[in-house]
């Protein structure tokens, strides 16, 4: 897949308007013919220029505008379904030039804006009746001097002097229809008021750069800035070259552009490399010599539109997820997030600081997660500092690909991957197969699984989950869990692979209140009760028989406290029982006391093997343990892998 850039529009209509016999009729025939017309009609018909023969390539309609022939409501009517509207006046009649102020522009102010037009017609009665936090439509305006073969000055000085005070008004041409001078290069103007406008990127009156630019550049200019010295090194202006033009930029030309900033801005240059003053300047520089399409052309790469909002198209290119697919990162994916983790880990210590992870978030609109109550709490960090490591980092990515891909895709192209990898986000995907065919070949080829750890307060599952995330378990003993995360994220080793598991906690507000769909459906339940509550396993059994008895889903049931005494709980059958019965393993017996793990390696182990869903069967004949394990490993490991998977399956583990 090639380079990915925000689309621009995909044609444009082109208004003429103007005082009668200022020749706007005129000028239409003779582009369409390239002769002046002897004969001319109050009204020329609307025409379309085919795109290969306009210099934008985008096909062009004109439309011509007759007092004569249509009223003033149908005016507003073409105003409105313009993309950019010419005011012609003749350069030698004053009195229609004056006009431009007088009529046209707030004419075509009022037809755009309706609650301006009638009594109300100024901006500043608008805003007296309470319409000032509404910021006027502004229709880009050329405004083209026509019949300049009969006079010998110039007008521009008086247009220049107009365009000052009208921000809309993107450039003005003089020309003639008869000699056809400049015919062409109003229609370009004129299109390129619409594909390339000024205003949305520069302030006439100031001088300067919108905060709306200058803020999509500053964000531009930290993506380009790969190894984070706020500073474009050659390597780094080439690499912008490449991906905004597909062109090398060649080392004369490099010179000279660093010897203009050195020039211009003192500050622009540092070490012979570019600062943000200089990239900005630059920008600047090209909108004031009329090149606005250079900059454009970089902002529609970065996913940009005319309103300089980032397109949701690029934000959110089409993905397709077939039903019982699931997302996780690809190993482009990866790369690329490890690639902007080690750029603002400043420090070289393998963590990001809360600093470092608000910097490297800076070039989006907001953090995806909060570091303090989130991912801080979700995924695995550096346990003396508090800090999040890179292995925590590429799990919080992990868990937001697999609950909300299209926000992985939007922070992807806030971070720049799309610029980087010359590629969309889609790239950065991988949507794995259905579950049903997983089902099918007796193996799951995911490496991202989803249990849902249900239990009834008070039974320990938020720290059995927390427990998933630190190397000391018995550190949580007592700890009162204040922030409400709902998903713990880490990584396991099945069968000698690396897999992702995400615990998510379910809230159970009451007994008797019933679970959703979302809350139930998972790649295996942890089913949690506390075996020194007698009232507690109830509960458990009570979900167990009524979501997941006739399901494909994979159950572990899990006795925590074990390091308390065990009671004999208040069901019609002991939790040994009920798992005999109903052809589960026997309840594994957990406590962050004793800090063994072996039973998140278990779940992710249940999840993989989906078709083996009552692994109480298997307890009495081990050898289905290594057929189970023959499409992920080699034989000579399973025996050991295995057992230590799923150690005394017949018995209690502690």
């Known amino acids: 897949m090639g380079q990915y850039t925000a689309s621009q529009r995909k044609n444009v209509r082109i208004l003429l308007v103007g005082d009668a016999g200022v020749g706007k009729t005129s000028l239409i ?24 023969v306009t210099p934008e390539q985008v096909p062009t309609s004109i439309v011509d505008f007759s007092s004569v022939e249509q009223s003033e409501d149908a005016l507003g ?16 009649d004053d009195d229609s030039l004056d006009r431009i102020t007088s009529h046209w522009l707030p004419l075509i102010r009022a037809k755009c804006n309706p609650s301006l037009d009638g009594e109300g017609d100024t901006e500043a009665e608008a805003e007296a009746e309470g319409d000032a936090d509404r910021e006027p439509l502004r229709k880009p305006i050329v405004l083209v001097g026509n019949k300049v073969d009969l006079i010998e000055y110039s007008t521009m000085d008086s247009v220049l002097a107009i365009m000052e005070d009208y921000p809309e008004i993107e450039s003005c041409v003089e020309c003639s229809a008869k000699t056809l001078h400049n015919i062409s290069e109003m229609f370009y103007y004129a299109q390129k008021a619409v594909l390339h406008p000024t205003s949305p990127l520069y302030v006439m009156d100031e001088q300067e750069l919108t905060p709306a630019c200058k803020k999509s550049l500053v964000r531009i200019f930290k993506i380009c800035d790969i190894d984070g010295d706020n500073l474009l090194n050659d390597y780094e202006l080439n690499l912008f070259q490449r991906r905004c033009f597909n062109t090398p930029l060649q080392p004369q030309i490099l010179d000279e552009v660093k010897a203009v900033i050195q020039k211009n801005v003192p500050d622009g240059i540092y070490n012979d490399a570019v600062t943000l003053k200089g990239f900005l300047f630059l920008h600047c520089l090209f909108i004031q010599r009329g090149r606005n399409e250079t900059t454009w052309a970089v902002l529609r790469r970065f996913g940009y539109n005319d ?15 077939p039903p019982g697919s699931s997302t996780e990162l690809s190993h482009r994916g990866q790369q690329f997030l490890i690639a902007v983790f080690e750029r603002y880990d400043r420090d070289g210590d393998g963590a990001l600081s809360p600093e470092e992870h608000k910097m490297l978030f800076s070039t989006c609109p907001a953090s995806p997660w ?29 868990l937001m690909t697999l609950i909300d891909v299209v926000k992985t895709m939007e922070y992807l192209a806030y971070l720049g991957f799309n610029v980087h990898e010359n590629d969309s986000q889609l790239a950065a995907i991988h949507v794995t197969r259905e579950r049903r065919i997983d089902l099918a070949k007796r193996q799951s080829s995911r490496s991202v699984y989803k249990c849902h750890v249900i239990g009834p307060k008070g039974s320990g599952k938020t720290g059995l989950c927390r427990g998933f995330l630190v190397e000391e378990m018995h550190k949580l003993i007592g700890k009162e869990f204040k922030t409400n995360v709902v998903h713990c994220i880490n990584s396991v080793q099945v069968y000698g692979q690396e897999k992702h598991l995400i615990l998510r906690d379910i809230d159970v507000r009451h007994a008797l209140d019933p679970l959703q769909p979302q809350e139930v459906n998972c790649d295996v339940a942890c089913l949690v009760f506390d075996s020194s509550n007698p009232r507690s396993f109830e509960y458990v059994a009570r979900i167990y028989i009524k979501y997941y008895a006739e399901s494909k889903i994979p159950v572990m049931i899990v006795g925590t406290k074990c390091d308390m005494d065990e009671r004999r709980q208040d069901y019609l059958m002991q939790p040994s029982e009920f798992c005999e019965k109903y052809k589960l393993l026997p309840p594994h017996l957990f406590s962050l006391k004793t800090n063994k793990k072996e039973l998140y ?13 009552q692994f109480g069967l298997m307890t009495d004949d081990p050898r289905l343990w290594w057929k189970a394990g023959l499409g992920v490993a080699a034989a000579t490991m399973l025996g050991f892998l295995v057992l230590k998977t799923i150690s005394s399956v017949s018995g209690h583990s502690r």
């Open 370 to 398: 909060s570091y303090s109550t989130d991912i801080r709490k979700s995924c695995p960090i550096n346990e003396t500092t508090g800090w999040v490591t890179l292995h925590g980092w590429l799990c919080r990515w992990t």
């Open 307 to 321: 309103q300089l909002e980032m397109c949701q198209e690029y934000l959110r290119p089409p993905l397709k997820i």
């Open 29 to 52: 025939l003779s582009l369409v013919s390239e002769e002046y017309p002897e004969e001319v009609p109050p009204r020329a018909e609307e025409i379309t220029i085919p795109a290969n």
């Open 77 to 92: 009517v073409e105003i409105n379904k313009a993309h950019v509207v010419c005011i012609v006046y003749a350069a030698n």
């Open 601 to 613: 390696t278990k779940l992710a182990t249940m999840a993989a093997f989906p078709h083996l869903r």
